[in-house]
């Protein structure tokens, strides 16, 4: 029977693969698209602008009517009834009207035509004059500007609060009573109007009495077309449009060069870390990008550290579980040839030693195992644990005062002298773990004989409190001041039974005061000869 091995399935690709465009990209532009875009709504809001344009034009209008209406009361008036003289009237009116470059229109009190400024007479009828602009193509009549103008415009009529202004109709037979203006200047008063024009322009209307001794003889009627307005309204939204492209493509550079500097490098930096949580050996690192000195390099050498600490914890895992496995096959070793030999032996003296040997080796394997289950769950613990403020002096005197109460016969007098009030911020039970481990080390090598003892001190160093463990023993072997605190490290004083310990006391002290920020040392003591006086274990801590 042929087996076919099935491939594994292929990994899905990481969140960060899978976008095609960068969402901090996409805010970025966004955020810088705002500024522009509030510009470009300029153009919908140049309403006040444009009727500051159209009062400033009735205005002018208004000064050139009550010009003219003087003009025709004092000129244009016969002596006897007191009524305007046609001929004379219109042309006064055309030649005011050219000058002003305005239409200029004279209605009677009954309000018949009188004179128009675009109506010519000449022989056989009137003729209707009117100035041209000059000749422009259709492409330039309608360009591509003034359809985008004439939509904005549309949309603006849309908006809420904006006046319609009414169409503007022109009769063949005029008549005032086809403007309103026209019929309120008829009673004595100044009117204005504004119409709109079929092509989005307006016809601005001033209409005035034309009087003479404070009788109204006629009304006359200015009319401009807005063409001047709309023109200046032009350019203004033509250099608004201008800054708002200048402005787009400046924004839009300078979001895609933030996303440069910004986006593509936290990418990069996502990427390398879905490679490195992927593999499953250290060829993929974090990118240090060195050459920047802001907050994304130093994320960068943040991430590049906690790998390579991740890595050295891993390391530390591998090799304490080789350690463990070392140290457990030593004593199941010798447990395996005892049980093994006491099946072969008949002799009850011999199989009473070899059952004191497996009871042995039965409890230093359970001290073992103790101890590295303890060493494993500290990380956790340290972690989860909350700290409180721990009295150093007040500890060391209880511990010092536990063992004057439990220690046996022959064994060292603890000696403390502490200053008062040494606190720390640390876990009261660890610390207690730490000193019960110095104090039972500095007992296994203490002398023997009597007045032997063991040196207990505690002082301030400026921010740190200082405790020292110091006994009269042998003292460190030259050169091991540092493997001491090497997980499964013995030396053991030779009076002592092989299997007491299992050699994580020391380091799990150490890694319980680095884990409070402190630092724990060891060395030898001297005398004035250089001969070797005990051993000294020194804690350091912050006060608190």
């Known amino acids: 029977m042929t087996h076919v091995s099935t491939p594994p399935p292929p990994t899905p690709p990481s969140a960060a693969e899978a976008r095609r465009f960068s969402p901090l990209t996409r805010r970025i532009l966004a955020v810088n698209l705002l500024a522009p875009a509030l510009l470009v709504t300029g153009l919908f809001y140049l309403g006040e602008y444009r009727r500051n344009l159209i009062?400033?034009?009735?205005?002018?209008?208004?000064?050139?009517?009550?010009?003219?209406?003087?003009?025709?009361?004092?000129?244009?008036?016969?002596?006897?009834?007191?009524?305007?003289?046609?001929?004379?009237?219109?042309?006064?009116?055309?030649?005011?009207?050219?000058?002003a470059e305005t239409r200029a229109r004279l209605f009677s009190s009954d309000g018949d035509l009188v004179a128009d400024s675009r109506v010519l007479l000449v022989p056989g009828g009137q003729v209707q004059a009117q100035a041209l602009p000059p000749p422009i193509s259709s492409e330039e009549k309608e360009s591509s500007l003034n359809k985008v103008f004439r939509i904005l415009d549309t949309v603006y009529m849309w908006l809420p609060g904006v006046v319609e202004f009414p169409p503007y109709h022109e009769k063949v037979e005029q008549h005032a009573k086809d403007y309103r203006e026209a019929m309120g200047a008829l009673d004595g008063e100044t009117w204005v109007a504004r119409r709109s024009m079929p092509d989005g322009s307006l016809i601005l209307s001033v209409a005035m009495p034309v009087t003479r001794y404070k009788q109204t003889l006629g009304v006359l009627m200015l009319s401009k077309s807005s063409e001047d307005i709309d023109e200046a309204l032009f350019e203004v939204r033509l250099d608004i449009l201008k800054v708002f492209i200048a402005t787009l493509v400046i924004t839009v550079l300078v979001s895609f060069y933030l996303a440069g500097t910004i986006a593509r490098p936290i990418r990069i930096l996502a990427r390398a870390a879905d490679r490195v949580r992927k593999g499953n050996?250290?060829?993929?690192?974090?990118?240090?990008?060195?050459?920047?000195?802001?907050?994304?390099?130093?994320?960068?050498?943040?991430?590049?550290?906690?790998?390579?600490?991740?890595?050295?914890?891993?390391?530390?895992?591998?090799?304490?579980?080789?350690?463990?496995?070392?140290?457990?096959?030593?004593?199941?070793?010798?447990?395996?040839?005892?049980?093994?030999?006491?099946?072969?032996?008949?002799?009850?003296?011999?199989?009473?030693?070899?059952?004191?040997?497996?009871?042995?080796?039965?409890?230093?394997?359970?001290?073992?195992?103790?101890?590295?289950?303890?060493?494993?769950?500290?990380?956790?613990?340290?972690?989860?644990?909350e700290t409180a403020s721990v009295d150093i002096a007040k500890m060391l005197a209880t511990l010092a005062d536990i063992h004057c109460h439990t220690a046996k016969d022959g064994a060292p007098e603890l000696i403390c002298d502490a200053q008062d009030g040494l606190l720390v911020n640390a876990m009261e039970d660890r610390l207690v773990q730490v000193?019960?481990?110095?104090?039972?080390?500095?007992?296994?090598?203490?002398p023997t004989h009597q007045g032997a003892a063991i040196y207990l001190s505690a002082h301030r160093d400026g921010q740190f409190i200082t405790a020292t463990v110091r006994d009269q023993g042998p003292g460190i072997p030259a050169g091991k001041e540092l493997d001491i605190f090497n997980r499964f490290y013995t030396e053991r004083p030779e009076s002592e039974e092989f299997g007491r310990h299992s050699g994580l006391g020391l380091s799990i002290s150490k890694q319980i005061i680095e884990a409070h920020g402190g630092t724990l040392t060891a060395q030898t003591l001297h005398d004035a000869d250089g001969k070797a006086q005990g051993a000294c274990f020194t804690v350091c801590l912050q006060i608190a």
């Open 435 to 446: 000193f019960r481990n110095l104090i039972s080390n500095a007992i296994s090598f203490s």
């Open 281 to 385: 050996h250290r060829q993929h690192t974090i990118p240090g990008l060195r050459g920047r000195n802001d907050e994304i390099g130093d994320l960068a050498l943040a991430l590049n550290d906690m790998t390579e600490a991740l890595w050295a914890r891993m390391d530390a895992i591998e090799a304490f579980a080789a350690d463990v496995s070392h140290e457990i096959k030593n004593p199941l070793t010798s447990l395996k040839s005892a049980v093994e030999t006491a099946a072969r032996i008949k002799d009850p003296v011999k199989h009473r030693k070899l059952m004191d040997v497996i009871q042995d080796d039965v409890e230093r394997l359970d001290r073992l195992i103790s101890d590295i289950s303890d060493a494993s769950r500290l990380d956790a613990e340290l972690s989860r644990a």
């Open 55 to 99: 009062s400033t034009e009735l205005s002018a209008l208004r000064t050139h009517a009550e010009i003219f209406a003087v003009a025709l009361g004092e000129s244009a008036v016969s002596d006897i009834g007191q009524q305007l003289l046609p001929d004379l009237a219109s042309q006064i009116v055309r030649r005011l009207a050219f000058t």
